[in-house]
């Protein structure tokens, strides 16, 4: 699929790398709990399953899912979410985990929600920091590999729907990235 990028930011290795780093010290710092590590989905899938996989402690996984972009480069500035995370929640460690944190704002409604249902702590990882795009003050507990302001695809990140699961990421060709509406005028995601 690398034909269809214009330009990669990180590579397969550089990524791999990455999640080996983020599960030792999270191997650490999880030692002695048994955390459950809730991915957002859909991006966060691709997150979860490595990172999960590396991980040297038993741990619980769970999914929410939330949408803020829908098929647009950029955030509607309102994040859409299961009200209801479907699983218990009180006294437990949760562990956010999602591809990427960009304007800030999924994150933190996330956090917030898992606070007040009564989370023994709450932290989060992600893949890919944009600290550039930042609209929300919300810094992750554990942050992968930065990334520049540019409209990002690949490890989970979709341009329509496509290419979450290119195992790199990258900037996409012109023709292969989905324009957004001309209504549609916000900060990119990446
Ligand atoms: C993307 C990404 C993060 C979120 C980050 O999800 O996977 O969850 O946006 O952006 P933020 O920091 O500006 O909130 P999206 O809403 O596109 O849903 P998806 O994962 O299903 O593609």
Known sequence: MKAHFERIIHTEAAVRAAVR????????????????VVGILKGGAYFLVPLTQAMAVPLEIEFVR??????????????????????????RHV??????????????????????LGAASVRSAVLFDKPAARQVPYEADY???????????GCGLDSDGLYRNCPFVGVLKDADVVKPAAEDQGQPRA
């Not at 098929?71 to 509607?76: A, I, R």
């Not at 562990?95 to 007040?116: K, Q």
């Not at 942050?143 to 695809?153: E, R, S, Y």
């Open 143 to 153: 942050p992968g590999l930065p990334v520049p302001d540019v409209w990002l695809t």
């Open 95 to 116: 562990l956010l985990v999602d591809d990427i944190l960009d304007t800030g704002r999924t994150l933190s409604v996330f956090h917030r929600a898992f606070e007040r």
């Open 66 to 91: 939330a949408s803020s972009y829908g098929n647009k480069q950029t955030s509607s500035g309102r994040v859409r979410r299961d009200r209801d995370p479907g699983f218990p929640v009180k006294g």
């Open 21 to 36: 780093r983020l599960a030792r010290r999270l191997s650490r710092d999880y030692a002695g709990k048994t955390p459950v």
